[in-house]
């Protein structure tokens, strides 16, 4: 069965804190994506990266950067956590063979800023 | 403007039929798609349509295509408890030819006896 596994479920971190979010595939994808979800708000792009060692800031990547040095492994990296920062952040990834291009998701990982 | 929009909320009883409705902007978006994300869970692929289609069935899923409108819908029959989730509506606009997906904001469907 293919997964997209977020490490972590839930977290709580503090104000300040450089957290790590880390998404592993093992579908042998090109693409994968971070968003983040709020209620109301549904699923906002915060970047994304075509292939290994390519990224693409999507509609939200404000005080959020990423790393892809493998094509695995896709980490969303908040250097200074904030409180406006709580949140559900969900990791995708995606092949670019010829078909309908769907979107294999993790289970989510809960982030709480205190 | 969302480019993708649908209302957040439909409440059914067990058995009836559901249809969230969603519309969409971009007309060069070749697949439509339906996800569905159980509480607690990441989302998963519901169904998804060819844009050259205008229906889709897949046991109790109903996909309807209108082009025109660029409207976009799902209809569940015979409801049941467990199809309580929210249910999000996406397209893949041809934006520099990177197919990046848009999501709505999600239709929270609640199933009661």
């Known amino acids: 069965d293919v997964k997209v596994t977020q490490s972590s479920r839930y977290l709580v971190k503090r104000t300040g804190e450089k957290v790590f979010l880390e998404c592993v595939q093992d579908m042998d994808h090109e693409n994968m994506f971070w968003y983040r979800q709020d209620p109301g708000l549904g699923l906002r792009l915060i970047y994304f990266s075509y292939d290994v060692k390519m990224k693409e800031k999507g509609d939200i990547p404000e005080g959020y950067s990423v790393s892809r040095e493998k094509k695995e492994r896709f980490s969303l990296i908040l250097e200074s956590a904030s409180t406006n920062q709580t949140s559900m952040y969900l990791c995708?990834?995606?092949?670019?063979?010829?078909?309908?291009?769907?979107?294999?998701f993790g289970a989510g990982s809960r982030l709480t800023v205190l | 403007g969302e480019d993708v929009e649908q209302s957040l909320f439909l409440s059914v009883r067990e058995g009836d039929s559901s249809v969230i409705n969603c519309t969409y902007t971009d007309s060069s978006s070749t697949y439509l798609y339906w996800y569905k994300q159980e509480p607690g869970a990441g989302l998963q692929l519901l169904t998804y349509?060819?844009?050259?289609?205008d229906m889709k069935q897949d046991q109790r899923l109903t996909v309807l295509l209108n082009k025109k409108d660029k409207h976009l819908s799902l209809r569940i029959a015979d409801t049941q408890t467990g199809d309580s989730a929210i249910y999000f509506c996406?397209?893949?606009?041809?934006?520099?030819?990177?197919?990046?997906?848009?999501f709505g904001r999600g239709t929270s469907l609640i199933v009661h006896p």
């Open positions: 996406a397209e893949t606009p041809r934006s520099g030819g990177s197919y990046i997906p848009t």
């Open positions: 349509i060819f844009s050259n289609m």
């Open positions: 995708a990834s995606r092949t670019l063979n010829p078909g309908a291009n769907v979107l294999t």
